[in-house]
């Protein structure tokens, strides 16, 4: 168990739809760091926030978007939803530092029928 | 733009016995990290092991070991004594700083013959 929580652990719904995953960091760790994983690919990295703040972005669509909290958690918004978009989503969480090692959630697996 | 490349999307080895996932990447930075983390089928990601590019001495974790050539830019994986439970995608990945996201190859599937 890395620390890192995320929910939904599924999800299912239909084209044009918008769905909310949450992301819990681990204790202490104020970055977090969204990851897409398609079939049997890779990840791409989505974002990144560093304690509220955006820090960094990567191939994410316009119609998706993601937020950090006070509390830390984050959120990742998707919307108008395409059968292209099943996939697993990560969340990462860490520390900051020179090692800073990223901690895996246990992802969500959306499916887009 | 940082790129990862494992060229071999399977393998296979008999248990026991010790094979190498090779990865190679492409950078302009001088300073970055390089990691090998492992998917089994239950789709958590595992980090395996860690390399920092200005260590010259490869890193080791009891069966895994790395080698590392930073000229060549390639990081291989190597897992001595094969156990079933190494079965897995394994991913290489480079982070070019501290506060960085992950840049990942396409992963390798290990397989694990009895």
């Known amino acids: 168990d890395s620390g890192v929580t995320q929910t939904p652990k599924h999800l299912i719904t239909a084209t044009g739809q918008r769905v909310t995953l949450r992301c819990s960091p681990r204790s202490g760790d104020l970055s977090v760091y969204w990851y897409q994983q398609s079939l049997d690919q890779g990840l791409q990295f989505l974002i990144q926030?560093?304690?509220?703040?955006?820090?960094a972005k990567g191939n994410i669509l316009e119609r998706f978007s993601a937020q950090q909290f006070p509390d830390l958690h984050s959120e990742l918004n998707l919307s108008s939803l395409e059968l292209g978009d099943s996939a697993l989503y990560f969340c990462a969480s860490s520390v900051g530092g020179p090692y800073n090692e990223q901690f895996f959630g246990p992802g969500t697996r959306l499916t887009v029928l | 733009a940082q790129t990862v490349t494992q060229s071999q999307p399977e393998m296979s080895v008999q248990e026991a016995e010790t094979v190498t996932l090779s990865c190679t990447y492409d950078?302009?930075?001088?300073?970055?990290?390089l990691f090998w983390y492992k998917q089994p089928p239950s789709r958590q990601m595992i980090l395996v092991i860690r390399q920092e590019a200005y260590k010259q001495q490869n890193a080791t974790e009891n069966r895994f070991s790395v080698n590392f050539q930073k000229a060549a830019k390639s990081f291989s994986l190597k897992i001595s004594d094969s156990q079933l439970g190494d079965a897995a995608m394994y991913f290489c990945?480079?982070?070019?700083?501290?506060?960085?996201?992950?840049?990942w190859g396409a992963g390798t599937k290990l397989i694990i013959k009895p």
């Open positions: 990945a480079y982070r070019k700083d501290s506060n960085y996201q992950l840049i």
């Open positions: 950078t302009s930075e001088s300073d970055y990290y």
């Open positions: 926030y560093y304690n509220g703040e955006e820090r």
